[in-house]
């Protein structure tokens, strides 16, 4: 089984519908990213959390939420999806750097490709 | 603001030929640097990771390299295969106040290995 696990893998859906990506992760991370994937823009990070009562607003948080259920779980929402939204969405962990022994390696999910039409 | 530059943005070589690629950054206040390969609509894997007290790793025909001083990675990969072709990216661990935690990518290096 994978360390970071997405669900949906895919979705396609509306203009104006609520849409919730999951993430779980077997790390034992407090750690948790999520990217957003644009075509010849790289990885940019939407939203962060450093433990469950942490989060972050990352470099373009606007028309995302999240919730941090526990330390093994982050969702994303778009509360009303539009189609500049479209993109492929990583979640991603990391121990960085929480102790001494830490290498801050990064832990990538398998991604989820959303379509808004 | 840390910032990652990959140069070149593709590149393509005849099989069996040295690759080289490179990853620039703007603050030497980074934790890690780790590079990544991507295939078309897929994840990321991780490739290799340098600590900031390190100067290199290797891992089979891949060598990473890390010189803060001069904000540089470079990733090597011998005696390339058709195989190799991918997208590589590499990302910073930011340690500096505003962005502590964060990791920045750069935006990667397309490359194709021709038979």
């Known amino acids: 089984d994978a360390d970071v696990t997405q669900t949906p893998r895919n979705r396609i859906t509306k203009t104006g519908k609520r849409i919730m990506l999951e993430c779980s992760q077997t790390?034992?991370?407090?750690?948790m990213y999520w990217y957003r994937q644009d075509p010849g823009l790289g990885l940019r990070l939407i939203y962060y959390s450093f433990d469950v009562k942490d989060i972050n607003k990352g470099e373009i948080s606007d028309g995302y939420s999240v919730s941090r259920q526990a330390q093994a779980k982050f969702s994303l929402s778009l509360e009303s999806a539009i189609p500049n939204q479209t993109a492929l969405y990583f979640c991603?962990?990391?121990?960085?750097?929480?102790?001494?022994?830490?290498?801050?390696?990064?832990?990538f999910g398998e991604g989820s490709r959303l379509t808004v039409l | 603001k840390q910032e990652v530059t990959q140069i070149p943005a593709a590149l393509s070589v005849p099989e069996g030929e040295n690759l080289v690629l490179n990853c620039s950054f703007t603050?030497?206040?980074?934790?890690?640097l780790q590079w990544f390969r991507q295939d078309p609509g897929k994840g990321l894997t991780s490739l290799l990771l340098?600590?900031?007290?390190?100067r290199e790793q290797t891992s089979g025909r891949l060598n990473a390299s890390l010189d803060k001083s001069s904000g540089r990675s470079t990733l090597y990969i011998a005696a390339s295969q058709p195989g190799d072709s991918a997208t590589y990216l590499c990302?910073?661990?930011?340690?500096?106040?505003?962005?502590?935690?964060?990791?920045?990518f750069g935006a990667g290096t397309q490359v194709v290995v021709t038979p």
């Open positions: 990302a910073a661990g930011d340690m500096t106040t505003d962005s502590w935690g964060k990791f920045q």
């Open positions: 340098i600590q900031s007290s390190q």
């Open positions: 603050d030497s206040a980074i934790y890690n």
């Open positions: 790390k034992g991370h407090d750690r």
């Open positions: 991603a962990t990391s121990d960085f750097p929480r102790r001494e022994a830490s290498t801050g390696e990064l832990f």
